[in-house]
T-cell receptor, first 115, second 111 residues
Framework: KAGVTQTPRYLIKTRGQQVTLSCSPISGHRSVSWYQQTPGQGLQFLFEYFSETQRNKGNFPGRFSGRQFSNSRSEMNVSTLELGDSALYLC??????????????FGEGSRLTVL | GQQVMQIPQYQHVQEGEDFTTYCNSSTTLSNIQWYKQRPGGHPVFLIQLVKSGEVKKQKRLTFQFGEAKKNSSLHITATQTTDVGTYFCAGPREYGNKLVFGAGTILRVKS
């Protein structure tokens, strides 16, 4: 079974631009979560989608948004990029049976550099 | 809000020495998960503990969940160079898959 796939793996943007990251979960997994990882802040939860609905949201500004499609693939978008948005963005999928937090399967991440 | 604290932040050990990282939550957890992230890699699930006082072993790794379900530990016996990486604990918050991660413990092993 293929793992979680994230694209692009690396990207460089300038301040003020916007970026869209994509995540394809493991087949059959309906829950997709996004995390931001930085050396200073560790792993910070962005949001979680389940069956195309945002189920949980972290404490990030409205510039960070996401969505999930009917095939469970997810995208996240960051608008008006700031230098502090430079980070590794990790997507994680889970079968999330019975609505309980279970094992997360992480992708390799998209490393965003904002200049 | 819920916080998950992890200590130590760094640990450098000689190969063959033991290693322990500790995790403490400000609230009772329904379960706790542990992940390992190799340098340059992504977090990989190690284990989930659910029951109060639970102890699980995976070869040289021993995981414990506290009686009050607010703390946990990961102990590695006789570390090897393959153990290097960052070890994270994580507890669920609210409904669904929102996990609150500890800051992680970076393990370096000197051979």
């Amino acid at each position: 079974k293929a793992g979680v796939t994230q694209t692009p793996r690396y990207l460089i943007k300038t301040r003020g631009q916007q970026v869209t990251l994509s995540c394809s979960p493991i087949s059959g997994h309906r829950s997709v979560s996004w995390y931001q990882q930085t050396p200073g802040q560790g792993l910070q939860f962005l949001f979680e989608y389940f069956s195309e609905t945002q189920r949980n949201k972290g404490n990030f500004p409205g510039r960070f948004s996401g969505r999930q499609f009917s095939n469970s693939r997810s995208e996240m978008n960051v608008s008006t990029l700031e230098l502090g948005d430079s980070a590794l963005y990790l997507c994680a999928s889970s079968p999330n049976l019975r609505g309980r937090a279970g094992e997360l399967f992480f992708g390799e991440g998209s490393r965003l550099t904002v200049l | 809000g819920q916080q998950v604290m992890q200590i130590p932040q760094y640990q450098h050990v000689q190969e063959g020495e033991d290693f322990t990282t500790y995790c403490n939550s400000s609230t009772t957890l329904s379960n706790i998960q542990w992940y390992k992230q190799r340098p340059g890699g992504h977090p990989v699930f190690l284990i989930q503990l659910v029951k109060s006082g639970e102890v699980k072993k995976q070869k040289r790794l021993t995981f414990q969940f506290g009686e009050a379900k607010k703390n946990s530990s990961l102990h590695i016996t006789a570390t090897q160079t393959t153990d290097v990486g960052t070890y994270f604990c994580a507890g669920p918050r609210e409904y669904g898959n929102k996990l609150v991660f500890g800051a992680g413990t970076i393990l370096r092993v000197k051979s």
